[in-house]
């Protein structure tokens, strides 16, 4: 007899029970196979497991001197980026297929720069110049988990961050006001997964993702370690 719903403790009993009707009411049980064989439309919907975690990594945030140079900076260097972060809650409905949806700062990146023309926009130079990017938003996306053996599974990832971003500009002159952003973008990205100790509930994960945020030409690269508890 097929049952709709997998995994759960509960069918043991009812599995026993179903041995023992067997024996005495034939059937009664062969009808009652007839009606199990009527599934409902998503019969593994609310049979999924649950999930949550949070990473760190490492991101750039490709983009930004081009962003801002019209051809008079030069001596160009990148600076050090803060460290991005997420933390996320995940379900999967079906088996290996499931919707992450959680919280992403992407941290900051920044470049200096020299300027002696003073014609980089009106907060360029002449002189010193530095530009700092930051974003942070929540993302929802859908995943596949495709194993490739009994502890080790590829990551397929797709969805969308909903991102606020803002710049920074300093020059000689001094520091100008917080340029802000707000939007949503396409996110994707692919990983592998490793099953923790106890199989199948403590998981550590490794993404590389790729995230659009402020305008088509500013793209922020992440390389996520992540831990989580699957449940």
């Known amino acids: 007899m097929r049952l709709p719903i997998r995994n759960n403790t509960v069918l043991f009993p009812l599995l026993f029970g179903c041995v023992a009707a067997l024996g005495s009411t034939g059937t009664a049980l062969a009808k009652d196979d007839k009606d199990d064989d009527r599934k409902p439309p998503f019969p593994l919907i609310f049979d999924g497991k649950f999930s949550v975690g949070g990473g760190l990594g490492g991101a750039r945030h490709g983009g930004l001197v081009k962003d801002n140079d019209d051809g008079s900076l030069s001596g160009v260097t990148t600076d050090k980026s803060s460290v991005p972060k997420r933390l996320f809650v995940a379900y999967e409905p079906w088996q290996n297929i499931g919707f992450q949806f959680g919280y992403t700062n992407l941290g900051k990146d ?3 720069a020299a300027n002696s023309t003073g014609l980089g926009g ?5 002189g ?8 942070d938003g929540w993302e929802l996306t859908l995943y596949d988990r495709i194993p490739i053996t009994e502890r080790y599974t590829l990551i397929l990832r797709i969805g969308q961050y909903f991102w606020k971003s803002e710049q920074t500009y300093t020059d000689v002159g001094g520091t100008y006001p917080v340029d802000k952003k707000t939007g949503s973008s396409l996110t994707y990205g692919l990983g592998f997964e490793y099953d923790i100790g106890i199989k199948n509930y403590f998981f550590w ?3 590389l993702q790729r995230y659009t945020v402020w305008d088509k030409d500013l793209s922020a690269n992440a390389a ?3 831990v989580g508890l699957r449940f």
Do not use: C, L, M
């Open 122 to 126: 009106s907060w360029a130079g002449p």
């Open 128 to 135: 010193g110049v530095h530009t700092g990017h930051q974003a």
């Open 110 to 112: 920044s470049f200096k």
């Open 224 to 226: 996520w370690i992540n």
């Open 205 to 207: 994960r490794g993404e």
